[in-house]
């Protein structure tokens, strides 16, 4: 089997881009303003140049943002205060940039950064203050701990939030009713774990190890989408940017329509009783 190609990241060190070139990017009409942004979160360098690593991720990024604006305005349309809660924010360059493009420009709305690193959070918090970003919060926690003022959020989003940390995710908004979440999965151990040694009339789609992590992150993600269906979420999973920009390139997209739905949820169970696993992530179903 082929292997997809990796991304090329001989060239990391070296600005790949002038400074007109990422403001050919950036889809804002005033992209100067966001400059001492893009600074202090070391996508830019300190003469305004991309590297090839920070272009990669400023894609990322702002392709997600693109995605992700009809629903935020949406909700900004429909509530006073709607909460975006980004999990596994990291260094938060996705909440900065949706407050800088969407959540600041509107006047209202919050975006509150989950991290369980103490040192990114406060790193973050001193960005956002420095930018003024005031709606905007960080909360140094694990995401299954996390629990927001309020207990709710109206947009969940978790980009490569590592392994299990996506299902803690799926959780959070669960516990949050959230109406959206966007889900961009990292690598994923557990069903790998659990199909090691796992006999059953497919054994033979997990016997060699790579093709069981690959078949594992697979089937993660396709429960995944069901127990979210299976929730009442109406799903759509698509690729996330071109592989040359990451190889982790699967995005779950969620809106919810109604509290449960049945039938999605007689093809989760059937498909578990195929497979003959259980991820710990069907703990939601009980
Ligand atoms: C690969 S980074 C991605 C960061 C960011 N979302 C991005 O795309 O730039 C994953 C981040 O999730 C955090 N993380 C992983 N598991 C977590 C958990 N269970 N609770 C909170 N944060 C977690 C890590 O500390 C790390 O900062």
Redesign the pocket.
Known sequence: MSQPPKPDKSATARPLATESDWKKLWPSAQPGKSEPLLKALHILTRDGALNADSRR?LT??LHLTQLLRPAIEAMLAEKDDPVLA?????????GFILYDLIIGPAGKGRVVG????DK?VETSRALATQAGFERMEFMA????E?VLPGGHADMVT????????TD?AIRFALRHEAKHIAL?P?CQAEVARLLDGHQGPMRQLWRHPIQRREFGAHLTNVIRGLVLEAQGYKVRVTEFTGLEHTMKNELILAERHQRSNAQARGELDRLIDQIGVKPALLDVMA
């Open positions: 991720k990322q990024v980004d999990l596994g924010a990291g260094k938060s360059y996705l989950v991290e369980a690193r990114l926690a694990p995401i299954a996390a978790a980009l490569h939030a590592c392994d299990t940390a803690d961009v990292c």
